[in-house]
């Protein structure tokens, strides 16, 4: 006679199908990868070999990339001939929307007046415009053309293309190590922001009292 809660678990447990163990085994290396991932962010720290490795792999591979990047651009546009202030001056008001040109200068960290002569040349292309402030006539306002969206996306795009190029010549599992890697630098760039805007925010405010 078998004694209850003892063989008869056993084979309780032996009816299970095959797959449910094959997920209380993943569920159980899963759990054991968190604690060992906690306790390395824990512990772990960016080391001046670190630090060194990234500038150099992060300067090799832009320069591939932008050995690529560059031809598909002047194919692209086959009149190419922006400022790289020019085309900070686009990303900015892209991602910021509307501002008075002091706001981009400050931004480009250029004077008011060389800013305003490259404005004026991205508006005569029709990729900005501008305006006088309503409140304020001397004061002009600069934003974004449909135009000028369309060559930041394409700009994007393109760069885009060539890195996921490069991502071909890496393992499936090393593929999904890049993939986390850019989401975790989204984010940390978007913390950066953040911060830095709130910052800048209040020195603008203590400036003005």
Known sequence: MRKEGGDNAFEKAGSLPP?????IRLTISHIISCVHAHNYREVRAITPHDHELLVQSMSEFRYIVFGRFAP????TFKDFDYSLAQVASLFIVDEKGEL????VAGLLERSVSATSRLLDQLASR???????DEQDHRVKRVAITEQGRALIETLQLLRADVQIEMMEYLSPDEQADVVRGMVLLAKAGRKWREQHESSTTRTEVSSTT
Request: charged fraction near 25%; hydrophobic fraction near 40%; glycine fraction near 4%.
């Open 19 to 23: 797959l449910t163990f094959l997920h």
């Open 72 to 75: 598909s651009i002047l194919r």
């Open 100 to 103: 008075t040109i002091k706001q």
């Open 126 to 132: 029709g990729m900005i415009t501008r305006r006088e």
